[in-house]
C-alpha cells in the first residue's frame, strides 16, 4: 500500500511530466482541467517544484478580464547530465538539458588506455569542459560513460571490447576518478536508448551504429534488450562476406570488418569527407569501394530486420554522409528483402554521431524525471 509521502510525490511527478511534455507553457486552470486535479492540489504542487527550481510562474499571459493568468514555465535547463563516449583514438563529451537540448559539446583527440593515468586526465577534462561551459556543479545530475564493448552486470568489468583491445578488464578506475554520479553502458546501447527516447512511436526498434566501430541495440517496448549475456546488438560481429577482411575479434568477414569508417578513410589515406567527395565526382577507385561496401551494409540491415521484423535506425558517424546518399542502399535493400518492400523500415538517427553520448546523458535525465 502506498504511504501519503509516496501518493504526494506521485502527484508532483504526475504534474512535472505533463509539463515537461507540453510543446508550450501553460496555465494553472487549463493544468487542473487536464489532470482533473483541484487547484488547491495543483498549486501546492507547483508550489514544491518551484522551490525545486524546475519551473517559473512570474510571466503572464493574455486576459479576457479581470487579473491576468500566470503561465508555468518548466525551466529545462534546471538540471543537466554530461555524457562521454571513449572510443579508440577520442572522448567525446558532451552536456544537455532536460530536454536533450545541447549546452556544449567537445570532441578530444586522446588514445584510449584501459589504466590510472587515463582515468585522471579524462577527470580532469571534464572539470575544464564543466567550467568553460558555465555549467554550475550542483545542477549536475550525473556523468554517463560508454565504452565500444560489452560491459558486465557490475557495470565495471569490460568483458569484450576488440577495438579497444579489453577482455574481462575491469575498468572501476574510470569511474572512480569522477567525482560526481558516475554510469558505465555499451556505446551502442546508450544511442539506441536516446533514439528510441526520440521516437516514442516506434514500440520496437533496433539501432545500428557505424562508425569506426559497429554496434547496436534492440529495443522491446520501449526497453533495451540486452540478451543472457548482455552480448545482444553486437551486429559488428554477424558475418556479412565469408573470407571476408579479418575483424579485430579474430574472426573474418564481420560487419566491422566490411563497413568500420575506417574503410573509407584511413585504409585509403583519406578524410572522409574527401572521400565522399571523390564519390560525388565519380573517381572509379572510390565509387567501387563505395557499391561495395553498400552491398556489405543492406546485407547486415536486411539480416537484422529479417530476423527482427521491427524499424532499424541507422545511427553513428556515417548518418550524416547518407542523407543525400539513401537511394542506393535502399534500392539494395529492395532487391534483397526475401519477403518484399512492403514499407521503408530504415530511418536514420535524429543525433546523427552524438547519439551515443546523448544517450549516455540520458540515463540520468531519465532517472530524475521517474523520480522528482
Partial sequence: MSSTADLRRQNRNRVYRYLYELPEP???????????????TLTHNLKELEKMGLIDT??????????????????????????AEMTRGHIRLIAVD???????????????????????????????????????????LGVGLTLPG????DGETVEFAPSIHLRHAPAGHLTAAIPYPVHLENDAAAGGFAERWNRPELTHMVYLSVGRGIGGAILVDGQTYQGAERRA?????MCVRPEGLPCACGQRGCLEAQCSMTRLSDELGLAVEEFF??????????????SDYLD????????????????????????QYLPQRMAGLEQRLRQRAPFGFSRNYLHLCAYGAKSNPIGAALHYIHGFLRQV
Fill in 58 to 83: 512570474s510571466e503572464t499571459t493574455d486576459s479576457t478580464g479581470g487579473r491576468k493568468p500566470r503561465l508555468v514555465v518548466p525551466l529545462t535547463r534546471a538540471r543537466f547530465a554530461v555524457g
Fill in 277 to 290: 567527395d571523390l564519390v560525388d565526382q565519380g573517381s572509379l577507385r572510390e565509387c567501387a569501394i563505395w
Fill in 98 to 140: 532536460l530536454k536533450l537540448q545541447e549546452l556544449a559539446f567537445q570532441d578530444i583527440q586522446r588514445p584510449f588506455s584501459n589504466d590510472e593515468e587515463y582515468a585522471r586526465l579524462f577527470a580532469r577534462d571534464l572539470e575544464a569542459f564543466l567550467d568553460r561551459a558555465q555549467l554550475e556543479r550542483e545542477r549536475l
Fill in 150 to 153: 560489452v560491459i558486465a552486470s
Fill in 26 to 40: 501553460t496555465t494553472r486552470q487549463a493544468m487542473a482541467m487536464a489532470l482533473q486535479m483541484s487547484l488547491p
Fill in 296 to 319: 556489405d551494409l543492406a546485407i547486415g540491415i536486411d539480416n537484422i530486420h529479417t530476423a527482427l521484423d521491427c524499424d532499424v535506425v541507422l545511427g553513428g558517424a556515417l548518418s
Fill in 233 to 237: 546488438g553486437e551486429f559488428g560481429h
